[in-house]
T-cell receptor
Framework: NAGVIQTPRHKVTGKGQEATLWCEPISGHSAVFWYRQTIVQGLEFLTYFRNQAPIDDSGMPKERFSAQMPNQSHSTLKIQSTQPQDSAVYLC????????????FGPGTRLTVL | QQNVQQSPESLIVPEGARTSLNCTFSDSASQYFWWYRQHSGKAPKALMSIFSNGEKEEGRFTIHLNKASLHFSLHIRDSQPSDSALYLCAVSTNAYKVIFGKGTHLHVLP
């Protein structure tokens, strides 16, 4: 079991460019979560999928952020027109199923927007 | 909107000490409570969970939950240098949308 896989581990973009982050959840896990972690804000919930369907995206900045889960083996988080304030570690997590289950986190993607 | 606060922000203790970390939450409908531990540069990893009032012990770690006072805590007995990490408390009302506190940085000195 390789755990949750996230690629790339580090990404540097220029202001205004697009960034796409990838997540491969643990096989058999039906729930996938995206978080953003910064020193100032801590770990912030962004969005959640269950059985590939988007369930709750209340944490997503509406205008430039989008997330998809086209199949059970991967999810993507896309940030358009990146801004310096988007710089953070983006963490993906998966859990076995909904219902009081611990979440298994990937190693994260460190996004730096210059 | 759930508000989860942790205290202290940072804690330095000697090896062998008993350590206490605190977490308060604002939504009285909260039902699920976790502590996660994140070593520097690593992913957060679930440490312990509790879903009903009271106490739960696993090895050197104990969780206390008091829903009426909107408070739960993590106690570490015989703290070890390997316990040095960022400790995150997490709260959920529905078991999927989890709100994390900003964390307590624990440093255990050998």
């Amino acid at each position: 079991n390789a755990g949750v896989i996230q690629t790339p581990r580090h990404k540097v973009t220029g202001k205004g460019q697009e960034a796409t982050l990838w997540c491969e959840p643990i096989s058999g896990h039906s729930a996938v979560f995206w978080y953003r972690q910064t020193i100032v804000q801590g770990l912030e919930f962004l969005t959640y999928f269950r059985n590939q369907a988007p369930i709750d995206d209340s944490g997503m900045p509406k205008e430039r952020f989008s997330a998809q889960m086209p199949n059970q083996s991967h999810s993507t988080l896309k940030i358009q027109s990146t801004q310096p304030q988007d710089s953070a570690v983006y963490l993906c997590a998966s859990s076995l199923r909904q219902g009081a289950r611990e979440q298994y986190f990937g190693p994260g993607t460190r996004l730096t927007v210059l | 909107q759930q508000n989860v606060q942790q205290s202290p922000e940072s804690l330095i203790v000697p090896e062998g000490a008993r350590t206490s970390l605190n977490c308060t939450f604002s939504d009285s409908a909260s039902q699920y409570f976790w502590w996660y531990r994140q070593h520097s540069g690593k992913a957060p990893k679930a440490l312990m969970s509790i879903f009903s009032n009271g106490e739960k012990e696993e090895g050197r770690f104990t969780i206390h939950l008091n829903k009426a006072s909107l408070h739960f805590s993590l106690h570490i007995r015989d703290s070890q240098p390997s316990d040095s990490a960022l400790y995150l408390c997490a709260v959920s009302t529905n078991a999927y949308k989890v709100i994390f506190g900003k964390g307590t940085h624990l440093h255990v000195l050998p």
